[in-house]
Structures are given as C-alpha cells and as structure tokens.
C-alpha cells in the first residue's frame, strides 16, 4: 500500500526566505507526482505536475523535484512572500488514476 | 472553461441524519471523484466514477455512504446516517480520459464542509 508523508508538518518563515517542502513515498511505480495549494476554506489548486520521466517543473518561484528511484520529492519556494501562505500538499498518482495525498505542510509566511 | 461545481457549500447536521453532496464535473471529463478530507489531513480517495461506472469504491464506507452517476455527468454522494466522525470536507474532482499512462490531471471543486453535531 502506496504511504506518502510531507515533512515538516507545519512551518513558519519570515518573508523573502527561500524554503524547501519535502515528501516522501513507499512504492515507486507512480506514473506523475503532483504539488497541490489548499487556501483555508478552498479545494485544491494544481502548482506541479511532474510526469515519472520527469526530474523537475518550474513555475515561476515554484520549482518541483522528483526522484523517482529514492521515493522523495521536493517544493522550492524562492523568496517567500506573506501570500504564499497555505497548505501545500503532495500526491502521487498510481495505476487506475488513483491519487494518494500527504498529510500537508501548513505554510506561514510571516510579513 | 468552468470549472468543478459543487453544492452546497457548508452544512451542519445532527448525528444519525442524512445528507446529500452534488457535484458537476468539467464538461467532457469522463472521470469523477469523490474525496473526503478530515482536518489536518491529506484527502482520502472514496470512489472513482469512468463515465456513470464505478472504478473503485474500496474505501467506500459501504454500509452508510452511497455514490451515483447515473448519466455520466452529474453526480451525488449521500451519507445516511452521519456519524460524528463523518465531519470533514468533502471534495469532488474530475479528469478527463486519456488513457492509463495518460496525463489525466484531476481538477477540484471547492468542496463541501460537513459538521455532525
């Protein structure tokens, strides 16, 4: 059974910081990984997808990682700003479109 | 393009009531899921709906959650009867096919906030 887990589950930053998420998974026969925002109240808003022959996506001061063989991917975030604060969550997609998600890392970028 | 629709968008309920969740995919989206997110955790997969037949309802509570897409496009979730523990958001997502090694990124709705009191 495919586990993800996110790492920290909480993090508090000043603004302009550059920081780092990290998620990890058990099984690697994913197909894509996917970094998701989740604002207090809101659903799901795709940042990243990374196809599983893939290394990394960027996206304007977003830049994803996969390593595929390790299990482990990470979110960079370059010079935090107080509106990037949320929830961000990974999942990874297995056979049959089937996502499993994180836990979540809760964001707060402090003005 | 509109996006996922879903309706209503809070409710608050008593123990052993019903409730009944709606959502409209993205049109042409064939595939439509129903997720349950409790605080402070990741979604949960319920069940996944290929046009109006179930792919997988494994973590289906069967005896008191229910799903249906009769026509391929609309759907509902309905819980009857609610337990405390019930008390999540439950969010709908739809994608569309493109095969199993397809990019068939899913797509939210905003999702439904249940309390059971």
């Known amino acids: 059974k495919q586990e993800v887990t996110q790492i920290p589950a909480a993090l508090s930053v000043p603004e302009g910081e550059n920081l780092v998420l990290n998620c990890s998974f058990t099984?690697?026969?994913?197909?894509?990984l996917q970094w998701f925002r989740q604002d207090p109240g809101k659903g799901l808003t795709s940042l990243l997808l990374i196809q599983s022959s893939q290394r990394e996506q960027t996206s304007g001061r977003l830049n994803a990682s996969l390593d595929k063989s390790s299990g482990r991917s990470t979110l960079y975030i370059a010079a935090s700003q107080p509106g990037d604060s949320a929830t961000y969550l990974c999942?990874?997609?297995?056979?049959?479109?089937?996502?499993?998600f994180g836990g979540g890392t809760r964001l707060m970028v402090k003005p | 393009e509109a996006g996922v629709a879903q309706s209503p968008r809070y409710k608050i309920i008593e123990k052993r009531q019903s409730v009944a969740f709606w959502c409209n995919p993205i049109?042409?989206?064939?595939?439509l899921y129903w997720y349950q997110q409790i605080l402070g955790q990741g979604p949960k997969l319920l069940i996944q709906?290929?046009?109006?037949?179930?792919?997988?309802d494994s973590q289906l509570p069967k005896d008191r959650f229910s799903a249906e897409r009769l026509k391929g496009v609309d759907s509902t979730l309905k819980i009857q009867p609610a337990k405390l523990e019930d008390s999540a958001v439950y969010l709908c997502?739809?994608?569309?096919?493109?095969?199993?090694?397809?990019?068939?990124?899913?797509?939210f709705g905003p999702g439904t906030r249940l309390t059971v009191l």
């Open positions: 997502a739809s994608s569309p096919y493109r095969g199993a090694s397809g990019n068939n990124e899913q797509f």
């Open positions: 999942a990874v997609r297995l056979a049959g479109n089937m996502l499993t």
């Open positions: 099984d690697s026969a994913i197909y894509n």
């Open positions: 049109s042409g989206h064939a595939t």
């Open positions: 709906f290929q046009n109006n037949g179930v792919v997988d």
